[in-house]
């Protein structure tokens, strides 16, 4: 059994975001989108003189930083696909942990294999890609299921916020790290970066799993778990229907999800692209991504701490506002000077936003112990988002050959997430949280 509010347990918990945070900064924002758009294509074609490379893909031919979108799509459909099925299962067999720890060791894996990434073998190295995603989102889906466990509604917000601003902190220690080494010894070494990724993704992962039980209600399956599996997800379904503010909580979730998940994979690949750089554009990209991470953190407390005096779908209200302004914003700035200070608003408004979606969803949940069936509802529509996100984003720019476009129809899902989550009822506050049970 888990106690709840335990500071030993919600520190080993949140040192997963520690954890596998690098996959979100090193892998997935920084290093490898710089590494993946520095290769040497075969290919190129001129656009407004500007030369664009190329790679072909199954025998077709697309833009390099098109098919990396579509690639990650896939990621996201696969586990928004096998997420619902293997929650039910780990839902009644009581083995979220092992759920978990399987993702984890799947990610980390596949990050060390991009150590052999070679454009000449584009399948096999973007198959590594693609499971390294698949690693790190699937094992959110039980990492998050963990949340409503181990501590009370009213403490939500502060322990979703102290979990991303470890994964924050702990992400910019591992980059820094890399990006001396890499100072003093060379770009050669850029590969083994990825290693380092896998070993302190599985490495600070066991804090995690030294803490958590492994089957926190202590539930006995039978010999037909699968089949069982799949009828505790239609029970939560079921229920999950009768909840109608979650439902429209989910919804806007839905839409708003399209654009900050797209923000994240995308941004630095945009600011590489489509701003001008004199000299030194690596090192200018890697400051930016380091100014995300350490206003994150702020913004992950200051976001919780708005929540206790406005509530929480106020202030995702507001943070939607200002991600309209940064879409808008980032059409029309061209220097490394503007993108610096866009940068730090993204940085206040992602930790914030991703912080509070998780929390609020959590508060809204109905009494259940059934919390990894319920995070997959969640998981789901936030990768079905990204997927239409970031092909939506590929596609714009395989049309417009610019990622400006891109950027500025992203701007659409905040709006449109925005009008939804007006309609998302505000719940009575029993102290400082929601009630939980409101339809």
């Known amino acids: 059994m888990i106690e709840k509010n335990n500071p030993k347990t919600i520190r080993g918990w949140a040192f997963y975001d520690w954890a596998n945070s690098v996959y979100s900064l090193v892998i997935s924002t920084a290093i490898f989108p710089i590494f993946y758009a520095s290769q040497n294509f075969a290919q190129t074609k001129v656009v407004n003189g500007v030369e664009i490379p190329l790679v072909e893909f199954f025998g077709r031919t697309f833009i390099n930083t098109e098919i990396y979108s579509y690639v990650l799509s896939l990621s996201f459909l696969v586990v928004a696909a096998i997420s619902p099925f293997l929650s039910g299962i780990a839902d009644y067999t009581g083995s979220k942990k092992k759920f978990l720890q399987f993702f984890c060791y799947l990610g980390s894996f596949s990050c060390a294999m991009l150590f052999f990434f070679d454009v000449n073998y584009m399948e096999l190295s973007m198959f590594f890609v693609l499971l390294a995603s698949i690693g790190f989102w699937g094992s959110l889906v039980f990492y998050n299921a963990f949340l409503p466990e181990i501590a009370d509604p009213e403490f939500h917000d502060d322990v979703s916020a102290k979990g991303f601003a470890y994964g924050y902190v702990g992400s910019a220690i591992l980059l820094i790290a890399i990006l001396a080494i890499l100072t003093f010894f060379g770009n050669g070494l850029v590969r083994y970066s990825f290693l380092a990724v896998s070993l302190w993704w599985a490495g600070f992962a066991q804090v995690t799993y030294h803490v958590l039980p492994g089957n926190v209600h202590q539930r006995k399956p039978e010999d037909t778990y699968i089949w069982k599996g799949y009828e505790e997800l239609r029970k939560v379904w079921g229920e999950l229907a009768n909840l109608f503010n979650i439902k429209r909580y989910l919804r806007s979730f839905f839409v708003y999800s399209m654009g ?11 600011a590489k692209k489509e701003i001008d750089w004199v000299g030194g554009g690596d090192t200018g990209l890697i400051i930016s991504v380091l100014i995300i991470q350490f206003v994150a953190v702020a913004g992950a407390y200051l976001f919780a701490h708005l929540s206790r005096r406005l509530g929480n779908i106020p202030v995702l209200g507001i943070a939607l506002v200002i991600w ?23 940085g206040l408004v992602m930790g914030g936003i991703q912080s509070l979606s998780r929390s609020t969803y959590s508060k809204m949940l109905p009494d259940t112990i059934d919390h990894a069936s319920y995070f997959s509802f969640y998981d789901v529509v936030e990768k079905l988002g990204i997927v239409i996100g970031t092909f939506l984003f590929g596609v714009i720019e395989g049309v417009t050959s610019s990622m400006r476009y891109s950027a500025l129809a992203l701007l659409s899902f905040f709006l449109v997430g925005l009008i939804l989550i007006l309609f998302v009822k505000r719940e009575k506050s029993i102290g400082p949280h929601f009630e939980r049970n409101s339809q």
């Open 260 to 270: 900050v998940q797209t923000v994240m994979v995308m941004a630095v690949l945009f």
């Open 324 to 346: 309209i302004g940064i879409c808008l914003i980032a059409f029309f700035i061209h220097t490394p000077f503007q993108f610096y200070v866009l940068a730090g608003v993204v």
